[in-house]
């Protein structure tokens, strides 16, 4: 019942926040210039950038397959395909992009997959997959001076404020990984002062779940130590995937026939935009995602800022949503098959 009430939750905010954002963003503005303008352009250069998205998503079921073999688990990679749609569909849906991973453990469970297993995979996932976003932050915070006083002046206050909450999310996940004891004394500590103040109310078995969770990230320490080359590995193809997605907006850039400003440029204000909304509770970063492109992107769509916001979120978000709704559906179907053909519990997936 309470899983029921969290979905209707999380539709009625999704559904809410699109509307919002479709307001603000179209209110006042020349609908029909908009469209002419989608239309006079050259859309044989979006197809790349569909690619691109398709290959974003390939590249973290590549990461999960690649991850489950050092585990000595074999899987078909159209199998770890399935499992990174359904996680790139749930986050894009849910707060903060919340519902991902929980989903993929799920199905991963239908694989026999245990749970310590998938859920370290999916900690490290996550954690280079933050950590890429950091270091292209402060990589241009460092070495961008003039990028971000050219592009960047009206924005600079939320960008400090996103590079700010991904770096204190990675340095806290770090600190959980490689010192469970000193983090699981920190949080008790916090707590223990919540509970003080009246804030929150003392519960031992809210204490016993924290223990239990520290586990995973013992886990993962000890998994990480064991298999460093792996861990570069991935955040190689975690480097190659985030700047695969970045790159859609240079297409976009191409099919307006626009000139003046190079691909680097283009691609790192995406990833600016990224690196703004990645920590904030909004699907997808909807609506300020928006906002932020009208704004650091106007010098660079002279004239054709609103259609290149419109088909840049499109490939890049919106694509991404329907392509994984696609593929989750047919995961669900797939183990609804398998389990009605095979109802011992489904056909072996190894290569």
Request: proline share 3%.
């Amino acid at each position: 019942m309470q899983t029921k009430k969290k979905a209707l939750f999380n539709i009625i905010f999704l559904l809410a926040v699109f509307g919002l954002t479709l307001y603000g963003v179209f209110h006042g503005e020349d609908l029909g210039a908009m469209m002419e303008a989608i239309r006079n352009s050259q859309i044989r250069w979006l197809f790349p950038g569909v690619c691109l998205v398709v290959f974003f998503i390939w590249g973290e079921s590549i990461i999960i397959w690649y991850m489950m073999r050092s585990f000595g688990i074999r899987l078909k990679k159209r199998i770890c395909f399935l499992f990174s749609s359904v996680g790139f569909f749930f986050s894009c849906i849910t707060p903060s992009a919340s519902g991902g991973q929980p989903m993929q453990i799920y199905y991963m469970k239908k694989e026999k997959i245990p749970i310590p297993v998938s859920t370290v995979i999916l900690m490290v996932v996550t954690i280079t997959y933050k950590l890429v976003l950091v270091v292209v932050g402060l990589g241009i915070l460092v070495f961008g001076r003039g990028f971000l006083h050219r592009y960047l002046e009206g924005i600079l206050p939320v960008y400090y404020l996103g590079l700010a909450l991904n770096v204190f999310c990675v340095s806290f996940m770090t600190l959980l990984v490689f010192h469970p004891v000193m983090a699981e004394e920190i949080i008790l500590w916090g707590m223990t002062l919540l509970e003080r103040m009246h804030l929150m109310k003392r519960k031992e078995a809210r204490r016993q779940k924290l223990r239990e969770s520290m586990q995973v990230y013992r886990e993962t320490a000890a998994y990480l130590k064991e298999h460093r080359r792996v861990l570069v590995h991935v955040i190689l193809i975690t480097f190659v995937q985030r700047i695969a997605l970045f790159s859609v907006t240079w297409f976009v850039y191409l099919a307006f026939r626009l000139q003046g400003t190079g691909a680097v440029d283009v691609i790192l204000l995406q990833a600016v935009i990224s690196v703004s909304v990645d920590m904030l509770p909004l699907p997808g970063g909807m609506g300020i995602s928006e906002t932020l492109f009208l704004t650091i992107f106007a010098p660079v769509f002279q004239g054709v800022l609103l259609p290149a916001m419109v088909l840049s979120r499109g490939l890049g978000y919106y694509s991404q949503l329907l392509i994984s709704a696609l593929f989750t559906v047919v995961t669900q179907l797939y183990y609804t098959v398998r389990q009605n053909v095979y109802p011992a519990g489904g056909e072996e997936s190894t290569d």
